[in-house]
């Protein structure tokens, strides 16, 4: 009944009902019985395991930014004017699957941050932008991937994605090995930036998409990816004002009323 529009499942979801399971137990976990559990918990120290969790990220995220570009400027497999699903007899529909596969399951794996969040207490994380973020990138990719199959329009976007990634982790390692080491860190605020510039890229593509009269990329499916990114924009927008604009402000507020006083 429930039956993917590649005849080649993806590994490990190929079942729809895992899927829902997997993504339903992420939102109750983390907003309701993770919480719950550990109430009266001590936090859990985490230290090493969250080194080893970014570095595998880095290297997994930067394994799909080497076979990306590798299909995408050397093999060149797809016209980037109309970006489509390679047909199922391509001489690289394999290597598109491959790539779109290690991408789609990154974004379950990328779940377990969200969960470390809980068992280290670390409640003010675990935000609506936090979780709306994890919790639509592995079901819209899913959705994709079970309505459209690998590839196609999204392969570029999910690929900018995957820079920012090696990006973010590469950041986020550099954090974690000490707290000299985390305040040296002044490209914080870069990051969200760069997402922003990652969003409005894919917006732009969209609408360069939906601009060609004879591109058969299916029009719902192109609007829908400008949607999440235009979501994305406003909310990481919101995120990097009230992080580093407002607050910005109320420290020279104060800096000057210190001033003042001495």
Known sequence: MFTPI??????????????????GGYLLFVLKLGPKIMQNR?????????????????LYNGLIV????????????????????????HEHKDKERLICSLYIVNKFVDLVETVFFVLRKKDRQISFLHVFHHFSMAFSGYLYY????????????????????????????????SPEVQKSLW??????LTQLIQFAMIMTHCIYTLAQPNCNVPRLVTYGCALLAASFTVMFSQFYFNNYIRSGKKTSKRSGSKDHKN
């Open 6 to 23: 590649d005849p080649v499942p993806l590994p490990f979801f190929s079942n729809v009902w895992v899927t829902m399971f997997t993504l």
């Open 42 to 58: 001590k936090p859990f120290e985490l230290r090493t395991v969250i080194k080893v969790y970014n570095i595998m990220q880095i």
């Open 66 to 89: 080497v076979l990306g570009f590798n299909f995408l400027a050397i093999l060149r497999a797809y016209d980037l004017r109309c970006i489509i699903n390679l047909p199922f007899d």
């Open 146 to 177: 079970f309505f459209v199959g690998y590839g196609g329009i999204a392969f570029p976007q999910c690929y900018l994605n995957v820079i920012m990634h090696v990006i973010m982790y590469t950041y986020y390692y550099l954090s974690s090995i």
């Open 187 to 192: 490209w914080k605020k870069y990051i969200t």
